[in-house]
């Protein structure tokens, strides 16, 4: 089946930082989501991008489904961006997401 | 409150016993899902069910048994629980069409001595 990496597995940052978190699979999609999972362990859907450009206050992402990749940038990062970052593909007819082991952020003040 | 609810928010059993975990969406959904976090593994889908009364497996679905008998309510049953089954369980839902966003739970953290 399709396989979904991302990197880097742990990234720590200054208040005030931007990064780039990295999601690479191994086939073609129809159906790419990034989501945070907050430290009370609550999973939020952050952007439904299967290609292109979204941009969400301070988040934004972009997919090149040509180059199966996509990049989740957080710029200005704060406190309460800290957690995991999930990016999930969906392959065949009935779209079922399959997750990335994920990116986990600590945003120090 | 509109939203997707899951109880209970933390359960504690003990090996070979029934436990049912519940999920109850408020969209009108057609897709229910139930995943399971556990570390190293990230999130695994266990069952699916794209309407009342259709449901399939996911990727680990061995030790579970769902049913769906009303398009609002998608319980997770753990007919006998084990050890390595203690994890965090996700329910979630999106909408008919394919593909659309996935909208989760809060999860409910179970633990199996």
């Known amino acids: 089946g399709i396989q979904v990496e991302q990197s880097p597995p742990d990234l720590i940052l200054q208040e005030g930082a931007n990064s780039t978190l990295r999601c690479n699979f191994s086939?073609?999609?129809?159906?790419l989501q990034w989501f945070h999972q907050n430290p009370w362990g609550q999973l939020i859907n952050l952007f439904y991008i299967p290609s292109g450009t979204k941009q969400n206050g301070r988040l934004s992402a972009t997919t090149v489904a040509t180059e199966r990749y996509s990049l989740l940038y957080i710029s200005s990062s704060q406190t309460t961006d800290s957690g995991v970052y999930f990016c999930a593909v969906a392959e065949g007819s009935q779209g079922n997401l399959i997750f990335g082991k994920g990116t986990k952020l600590s945003v120090k003040p | 409150d509109a939203g997707i609810t899951q109880s209970p928010r933390y359960k504690i059993t003990e090996t070979g016993r029934q436990v049912t975990l519940m999920c109850h969406q408020t969209w009108s959904h057609s897709y229910m899902f139930w995943y399971r976090q556990d570390l190293g593994h990230g999130l695994r889908l266990i069952y699916y069910?794209?309407?009342?009364?259709?449901?399939d497996k996911g990727e680990v679905p061995d030790g579970y048994v769902v049913s769906r008998s009303k398009t609002e309510n998608f319980p997770l049953t753990l007919e006998s629980a084990t050890r390595s089954q203690t994890s965090v369980y996700f329910c979630?839902?999106?909408?008919?069409?394919?593909?659309?966003?996935?909208?989760f739970g809060s999860g409910t953290q179970l633990s199996v001595l």
């Open positions: 086939d073609s999609v129809n159906n």
């Open positions: 069910s794209a309407a009342a009364d259709i449901t």
């Open positions: 979630a839902s999106r909408d008919e069409t394919a593909p659309s966003k996935l909208f």
